[in-house]
Nanobody, 115 residues
Framework: QVQLVESGGGLVQPGGSLTLSCAAS????????MGWYRQAPGTQRERVAT???????VYGESVQGRFTISRDNATNSVTLRMTALSPEDTATYYC?????????WGQGTQVTVSS
């Protein structure tokens, strides 16, 4: 059974930082395309960042230079470091894994950027 469990969301002030984690079980992150997506109310789910099997990161235009995705093969997890956060980053953040042609999603973690 595949499980992706996100953690680390919360309330942060504009300009602040937050780190999200995704603990994977049932799929090997080093052999998967792992990513973070987000969705705000009334909007479509947006790709934030992905990391390929070779370890190369790809970022969405709106987060380029502010967010960093990384992978820890030893703990089978993926992390999203978010800096310079703005209210526009407020959304539910989801972890996604693509393994053997199947997509797997976590339940999401809420990130709210507000003063």
């Amino acid at each position: 059974q595949v499980q992706l469990v996100e953690s680390g969301g919360g309330l942060v002030q504009p300009g602040g930082s937050l780190t999200l984690s995704c603990a994977a079980s049932g799929i090997p992150v080093e052999n998967s395309v792992m990513g973070w997506y987000r969705q705000a109310p009334g909007t479509q789910r947006e790709r934030v960042a992905t990391i390929t099997r070779s370890g190369s990161p790809v970022y969405g235009e709106s987060v380029q230079g502010r967010f960093t995705i990384s992978r820890d093969n030893a703990t089978n997890s993926v992390t999203l470091r978010m800096t310079a956060l703005s209210p526009e980053d407020t959304a539910t953040y989801y972890c996604k894994g693509l393994y053997l042609f199947r997509d797997y999603w976590g339940q999401g973690t809420q990130v709210t950027v507000s003063s």
